[in-house]
């Protein structure tokens, strides 16, 4: 299939939960594997123990809240920051209210980005901010 020959092809293809458009889910949101988000998510979303997982946030869904999931996808609305430790793609109709930290992006024409776009290699993300430029 086409998908096959994408560079940057999912972890997990497979969708292992589904919250639908018409639900809303008031709390923190903790999965494994694959999650889609149709509806509205109003707190955080995270992968269980960190583990690596795939979050597609849908063009109608709406996430209010941080999110930390290693592989990203926003065609929807998210007000909160993102960090995404292995890859994040804004899709066209994204609207992202947020600090993002990334480590390989992919943005397409018409996504929005309120926030700064931080990228994190793994593992210096924290040394990056003490080095000073220039040196002496």
Do not use: W
């Not at 994408?6 to 919250?19: E, G, S, T, V, Y």
């Amino acid at each position: 299939t086409m998908f096959e020959r994408k560079k940057h092809a999912p972890p997990q293809k497979r969708i292992d939960c589904l919250i639908g458009a018409g639900t809303t889910v008031q709390g923190d949101v903790t999965f494994t594997g694959g999650l889609r988000i149709d509806g509205i998510v109003r707190g955080n979303v995270t992968t269980a123990n960190g583990e690596s997982g795939t979050l597609v946030v849908s063009e109608q869904a709406r996430v209010d809240g941080e999110i930390k999931v290693s592989h990203v996808v926003v065609n929807g609305m998210v007000n909160g920051p993102i960090v995404a430790n292995d890859f994040l793609e804004l899709q066209a109709k994204a609207n992202v209210q947020g600090d993002i930290e990334y480590r390989t992006l992919e943005m397409h024409l018409g996504a929005v980005v309120q926030g700064r776009l931080n990228h994190a290699e793994p593992g210096t993300a924290s040394v990056v901010e003490l080095k000073r430029v220039g040196g002496g």
